[in-house]
């Protein structure tokens, strides 16, 4: 039975930010449970090659989850693993599910199919994308909330953080945070970098916003210092079986590093982190 490594701190403690200043972070050590990364779910695949590795059939995401009902691993939203790590309990039973853009097949064929087992997930919404040919409308981003899903932030448009200045990150971050708090009234969490690439310079923009939470895609990503505005994602790729899955998230849990507190005093200049797979 593939379980995460229970939680090694009792207590998290945040200190609100005043106006500009930043957040100060009180968090001891703690291992990620498996936090999976989708992006289509639908049962026509695309003819390119990066749309089918990014695209999974309904038929599939159904046996993934049953495979982790069958094995005690609790499907969960980030703001509930979240919440969890606040009340100092376990992760051990809790596998964390994100969707990744906001594609409308998401809210058609994913939803369902989480409710069906008792799931949650987060969907990290590209706020400029929304009402686009295949990606969901300001009424479905509504309806996730209604539905128990978790809504999370992944840029106004789709673009390498990394690769922008820092009022040109600001405008990305602060612009896709206010457009859900504004169009949906809805809290936010939690930040997804698109094509996983970010910065020093992101994370002291995460550090003045409401955002707790901040993942990158695969750990090649990741910077040597750990934190939680650093996590890591098991990437789920359209043509694995299911044997593949399982591999793949016992690996990830066997080669998981504890993420360090945040340490909020950090150089804005940084060090970009290598050249996605995926853009």
């Not at 820092?166 to 602060?174: E, K, N, T, V, Y």
């Not at 003045?208 to 990503?221: C, E, I, K, S």
């Amino acid at each position: 039975m593939l379980c995460a490594v229970a939680l090694l701190c009792a207590t998290l403690t945040f200190a609100c930010p005043a106006s500009g200043t930043p957040r100060a972070h009180q968090l001891a050590s703690f291992d990620e449970p498996p936090v999976l990364m989708y992006h289509r779910v639908d049962v026509v695949m695309p003819r390119s090659s990066l749309g089918r590795a990014l695209s999974v059939t309904p038929d599939q995401l159904e046996a993934q989850l049953r495979y982790l009902q069958a094995h005690h691993l609790r499907g969960v939203s980030v703001s509930e693993f979240y919440d969890r790590m606040k009340r100092g309990q376990s992760t051990a039973d809790l596998a964390v599910i994100t969707f990744d853009d906001g594609y409308a097949d998401q809210f058609q064929y994913a939803v369902p199919l989480l409710q069906r087992f008792g799931d949650h997930a987060t969907f990290y919404i590209v706020t400029g994308m929304l009402g686009r040919p295949n990606h969901m409308t300001w009424r479905n981003v509504r309806a996730l909330a209604g539905e128990g899903m978790d809504v999370g932030a992944h840029g106004v448009m789709h673009v390498d953080l990394a690769s922008l200045t820092p009022a040109q990150q600001a405008f990305q971050i602060d612009g896709s945070i206010a457009a859900l708090q504004r169009n949906a009234n809805l809290g936010v969490v939690s930040y997804a970098y698109p094509s996983g690439r970010f910065n020093h310079t992101t994370e002291e923009i995460l550090e003045h916003t409401a955002v707790r939470l901040a993942f990158t895609t695969d750990p090649v990503y990741t910077r040597g210092h750990r934190d939680q505005f650093d996590l890591t994602r098991v990437r789920v790729k359209g043509g694995w079986s299911l044997a593949d899955f399982i591999s793949a998230l016992s690996y990830a849990e066997a080669h998981r590093p504890a993420v360090a507190p945040y340490d909020s005093v950090k150089s804005v200049s940084g060090i970009e982190v290598g050249k996605p797979k995926f853009e």
